[in-house]
C-alpha cells in the first residue's frame, strides 16, 4: 500500500513573494480570500500588496493588541490626549543614550551574550542588527522588546520622566 505524500503548504515567506507576482486583478482576488470583502477600488497595487503581506502575517503571527489599537485609532482621529511627539522623544532618547562602544550583557539558559552598540545598530555573534529585538529573538526564539529583554527599558524610562 503506497501512501501519496500530502502537498507541503507554502510557507508565509513565499507567500507574500507571490504578491509582488501577481498583477492587479490577482491581488483583488486575494483580497477577498483574505479579507472576505471586495478591495477598495481606489488602492493602487503597491497599498494592496502592502496591506495584503501585513493581514497575512498578522494572521499567523498575531496582530497589534487592543490598546495599541486604541491608541492608533485616537491618534488618527485626531482627538488624542496623548502626546505622540513625547513618546518619540522618549525613543529617541533611549538611542542616542546608548554610545557606540556600549557593552550589553545578558545571560540566558546559563550562556552569557555580549552585544555591542556600534554606529549602525548593534553587533553580536559576528553580525550587526539594527535593533534589540532581533538580537533577544535569535537568542530566545520567541518575540520580546529588545530594550527590556537587555534590562534598559525601565531604566531609561524613569530617566527620561525625571
Known sequence: MSRVP???QPSL???????????LKGLRTRWKGVFRGQPPDHLPRHLLVGML????QAQVHGDLDAATIRLL?????GGANIDAGGLTA???QRRASLKPGTILMREWNSQ???VMVVDAGFAWNG???DSLSKIAFAITGTKWNGPRF???RDKLTAEVQS
Open 6 to 8: 500530502k502537498r507541503q
Open 112 to 114: 552569557s551574550h555580549r
Open 53 to 56: 503581506a501585513y493581514r497575512m
Open 73 to 77: 485609532r485616537q491618534i488618527g482621529a
Open 13 to 23: 515567506n513565499d507567500e507574500i513573494a507571490h504578491l509582488r507576482d501577481l498583477d
Open 150 to 152: 537587555f534590562g534598559l
Open 90 to 92: 522618549e525613543h529617541e
Open 127 to 129: 553580525k550587526t542588527y
